[in-house]
């Protein structure tokens, strides 16, 4: 099976790229398996020529910062020895993902469409199937410009199914809107993206697709939400701190990555020995005074029984330029994305393979 499309619903986006994977280890089952968690399993996929487009159909509360279409490389990474891309979207510089086209071996080509489902109520027009808010003709010219720097920015954002003032960051979006230096969107007109439309790409993969559903799509919670406590969530929030490059020069990126890398295994280090109840090394920075803080308060407060002090990191490290989703939807919103997910798929062809997900706690599990 190969060069399929992904269609895949989801609140996440689960475009991680998993440690210490060699391009070897991609095609080892047992090891391959090892390695992968369900955030992390698409572009190990992509890298083995299985996936290459990626329809990623989102609800509208998620945040995750990526272009409506962008096409890039995945590829093996000689000198970390991993698998990595050459996006430079801050999601993938802040995972530490990123290597220029030109370090990347066996590299493999990916599209990435991003397909926001409208926020507004079903309406005539949703069942002729305009679902999304995206301009199709704006996406369309947006792929026949294959370099990545050439894409106009767009700035995806979430937006409830109510409706508000919004920040830049938070609201809804189109492809075909440029943004300003405030953020305030520069709207065009123009055809809504539609599940016909998808067809269309599917059509180009020889209706050869992958059906992939995350239950978290329909509703889901952050963890530093649910498991830690304003105070804690505060804390976390400011050690993990993404700070993005100033442009978009392979200097700055690679100032971006140094600075990340610094942090997150400083970080590591110290949250690794928490675990293991060893001594913790400071550098004596100011970054120690909140680590300091959230340390004590997580000793005298506790987590909860799931979570400890690698399982913070972890969710900590997931920290980039947007808040990880959280929206608890009540029974009416996700009637509504059932619907429009029926919608979808009634126009499509027959997947080739069906994956379903969803999320359980190592408690429910006993």
Same mark, same amino acid.
């Given at each position: 099976m190969s060069d399929c499309l992904l269609l895949h619903f989801d609140s996440h986006s689960d475009l991680s790229v998993p440690k210490n994977l060699s391009k070897e280890d991609v095609f080892k089952k047992d090891i391959l398996f090892s390695k992968l968690s369900i955030e992390n399993w698409i572009l190990p996929a992509a890298f083995a020529g299985h996936i290459g487009t990626i329809v990623w159909i989102r609800p509208p509360w998620t945040q995750e910062s990526f272009e409506a279409f962008s096409k890039f490389k995945v590829g093996y990474h000689p000198v970390s020895n991993e698998i990595r891309v050459s996006s430079k979207s801050n999601y993938f510089l802040s995972e530490?993902?990123? #290597? #220029?086209?030109?370090? +990347?071996?066996?590299?493999?080509? +990916?599209?990435?469409?991003? +397909?926001?489902? $409208?926020?507004?109520?079903?309406?005539a027009a949703d069942r002729e199937g305009h679902l999304f808010n995206v301009d199709s003709a704006n996406l369309e010219a #947006?792929?026949?410009?294959? /370099?990545?720097?050439? +894409?106009?920015?767009?700035?995806p954002g979430c937006s409830y199914l109510s409706s508000g003032t919004q920040s830049a960051c938070n609201r809804s979006w189109s492809a075909g809107e440029k943004c300003s230096v405030d953020g305030a969107p520069s709207p065009s007109a123009g055809k809504k993206f539609t599940s016909k439309d998808i067809g269309k790409l599917l059509a180009n993969h020889s209706n050869r697709f992958i059906l992939?559903?995350?239950?978290?799509?329909? $509703?889901?919670?952050? @963890?530093?939400?649910? /498991?830690?406590?304003?105070?804690?969530?505060?804390?976390? /929030?400011?050690?993990? #701190?993404?700070? @993005?490059?100033v442009d978009q020069s392979e200097n700055s990126i690679q100032d971006c990555l140094a600075y990340r890398q610094e942090q997150m295994a400083y970080l590591e280090a110290v949250f690794t020995a928490l675990h293991n109840d060893k001594p913790i090394i400071f550098q004596g920075t100011e970054r120690d005074h909140d680590l300091q803080a959230l340390i004590d308060d997580v000793k005298h407060r506790s987590l909860s029984e799931e979570a400890d002090f690698l399982w913070l990191h972890d969710i900590g490290s997931g920290i980039d330029d947007c808040d990880l989703p959280h929206h608890i939807s009540p029974d009416e919103e996700i009637d509504i994305l059932i619907s429009r997910v029926g919608q979808i798929l009634l126009s499509q062809p027959r997947p080739t393979v069906i994956t379903i997900a969803r999320f359980i706690t190592l408690v429910e599990i006993q």
């Open positions: 530490l993902s990123y #290597a #220029a086209e030109e370090q +990347l071996s066996d590299s493999k080509t +990916l599209s990435l469409i991003v +397909l926001p489902v $409208s926020d507004e109520n079903l309406t #947006a792929s026949r410009k294959r /370099k990545f720097g050439e +894409l106009e920015h767009t700035e992939d559903i995350d239950l978290d799509f329909f $509703s889901t919670t952050n @963890p530093l939400q649910t /498991k830690l406590t304003a105070k804690q969530r505060n804390l976390v /929030k400011s050690l993990y #701190a993404y700070i @993005p490059p």
